[in-house]
């Protein structure tokens, strides 16, 4: 385990199943120089969202032959030179579906009770919206009959969310490049991007961190979405262009947003800077991505790289990436 506290940073995780199915050596945190020498006779390497690239993948001792990655995403790690290595990598892709899925729709549900502003208020000692007991110009609105459109989110956590909103009375669109257009069985409507972006009331991202998607929200897509509508982000904060929506922000382009990922996509994704003008905002909920944060969902993560490893290890392979020329995760 590379970065054991990554996980563990309460010191409530169980570790008993990772335990049965090898020999643990926990290291809290490890600098990059580190991991070599930390890895020597090691056959699997543990790792939370922490950079392996290339140069650190091929100073890896040859008894490595497995990176788990503790988590959904792993462009984290160089897949080529692992790759080239002979290093097998793989995920845990459904350890935080509901843990993520419940971070989406609490924000939409704060979003339409403007619980945010409300708290901030009072965090500096403003009670007028307790002394008024109503809110003023805060927009407070049910969510029965809004539309929320899901990109990307055919995937197993855009379609949790989307079972979640169905039972709220919202409506479900979604969009997907490699789905056909068009009405599901479980009342979710397939539309194109431009469509959902015009239709929802909250456009809520659900698309991994990619090529295609670097910036897939930027001026123009904004610029589609109604003056009333929010944006909500839980997958990676490189998907949107941040300087585009803080002006879409800053000029009521729309009407809010929430965010629990920041940064250009580098893991862990790194906290907002301080000079972002995210932070000046009123209309903006900012998280440190916690979404995966739940605890039940980050033992459930430690049981299932254990589960990968003892697989690996009866040559069953689960959930392994295509780069290693073995079978893709499963989405």
């Known amino acids: ?140 609105f049910e969510l029965t009959g809004k539309t929320i459109g899901l990109v990307g989110g055919l995937g197993t956590i855009g379609l949790r969310v989307a079972a979640m909103a169905t039972a709220l009375g919202l409506r479900v669109v979604a969009s997907d490049p490699a789905a056909p257009l068009g009405p599901r069985d479980d009342g979710v409507d397939v539309v194109t991007l431009d469509d959902l972006l015009a239709r929802s009331d909250f456009v809520s991202l659900h698309c991994p961190l990619n090529a295609r998607t670097t910036g897939l929200v930027g001026a123009p897509e904004l610029a589609k979405m109604k003056p009333s509508a929010y944006l909500v982000n839980t997958a990676r904060g490189a998907i949107v262009d941040q300087a585009a929506l803080a002006d879409a922000l800053r000029a009521k382009a729309i009407a809010g947003a929430a965010l629990d990922v920041f940064g250009e996509g580098s893991a862990p994704p790194p906290p907002l800077p301080d000079a972002s003008p995210l932070w000046g905002l009123d209309n903006v909920i900012l998280t440190p991505h916690i979404g995966w944060q739940r605890l039940e969902a980050r033992q459930r993560v430690v049981d299932m790289c254990a589960d990968n490893i003892r697989g690996f290890a009866n040559g069953e392979l689960t959930n392994v990436d295509a780069a290693t020329g073995l079978p893709r995760p499963r989405a």
Not at 37 to 63: F, H, Q, T, Y
Not at 93 to 119: D, G, N, R
């Open 1 to 140: 385990m590379l970065n054991a506290a990554r996980l563990d940073y309460d010191g409530r995780i169980d570790l008993a199943r990772l335990e049965a199915a090898a020999d643990v050596e926990r290291y809290e945190i490890s600098a990059p120089e580190e991991v070599a020498a930390r890895a020597a006779g090691a056959d699997v390497i543990l790792n939370k969202e922490m950079p392996l690239d290339a140069p650190l993948i091929a100073a890896l001792p040859a008894s490595v032959r497995l990176v788990c990655e503790a988590g959904t995403g792993y462009n984290n790690v160089d897949l080529a030179a692992c790759h080239a290595r002979g290093i097998a990598v793989c995920n845990v892709p459904t350890y935080a579906t509901e843990a993520m899925a419940h971070m989406a729709v609490t924000f939409v549900m704060a979003l339409a009770c403007s619980l945010w502003p409300q708290s901030a208020a009072l965090a500096t000692g403003d009670r007028s919206y307790m002394a008024q007991c109503h809110l003023g110009a805060l927009p407070h």
